[in-house]
C-alpha cells in the first residue's frame, strides 16, 4: 500500500454556512465550493490548504451518519482521509494484516473520489478514510 499524502481533514458541523465564518471570512482560506452527496446524507465544503484540504460535513438527515456523530460527540474533527495509490489494493493488505473495515470495496465519496473508511476500533480510534483520486 502506498500512502501518498492526508487527502483532507473532516470536520463534522451543524452548519457549513456559519463555519465558512471561521475558515473563508477568518482563517482567509478559499472556498472551492460545496457538494451533496446523497447516498451517505451528508453536504461537504472543501477549502485547499496547500496539497490538502478542509472539508466541512454537514448532515442533510437526521439519521445519518454525520447528525448521530453530531449528537454524540458534537462539532469537531470526524476523520483524516488519505490519499492511496491504489485503493482495492490498499483494502485487501490492510484486511490481511488484521485491520476491520467498514467499507469492504470502495463507494463513491465527493469530487468523484473512491473512497473507504477503516474502523475506529483498529485504528486507535481515529476513523480513517481511504482516498483514491485522478488528479
Do not use: C
Not at 6 to 31: N, R
Not at 54 to 76: C, H, M, N, Q
Amino acid at each position: 500500500m502506498k500512502v501518498l499524502k492526508i487527502d483532507h481533514l473532516g470536520i463534522a458541523v451543524h452548519s457549513i454556512e456559519e463555519a465558512k465564518k471561521l475558515f473563508q471570512d477568518t482563517l482567509g482560506l478559499k472556498f472551492e465550493g460545496s457538494e451533496t452527496v446523497a447516498e451517505q446524507k451528508v453536504t461537504t465544503a472543501f477549502f485547499p490548504v496547500g496539497d490538502s484540504e478542509v472539508e466541512l460535513l454537514e448532515s442533510t438527515a437526521p439519521d445519518g451518519p454525520i447528525a448521530k456523530y453530531l449528537e454524540k460527540r458534537g462539532e469537531g474533527i470526524q476523520h483524516i482521509a488519505f490519499r492511496v495509490e491504489n485503493i482495492e489494493e490498499a483494502l485487501a493488505e490492510l484486511k490481511e494484516k488484521g485491520i476491520r473495515l467498514i467499507d469492504e470495496k470502495p463507494r463513491l465519496g465527493a469530487g468523484g473520489a473512491k473512497i473507504a473508511f477503516l474502523h475506529p476500533k483498529s485504528t486507535h480510534g481515529v476513523l480513517i478514510e481511504l482516498s483514491e483520486r485522478e488528479d
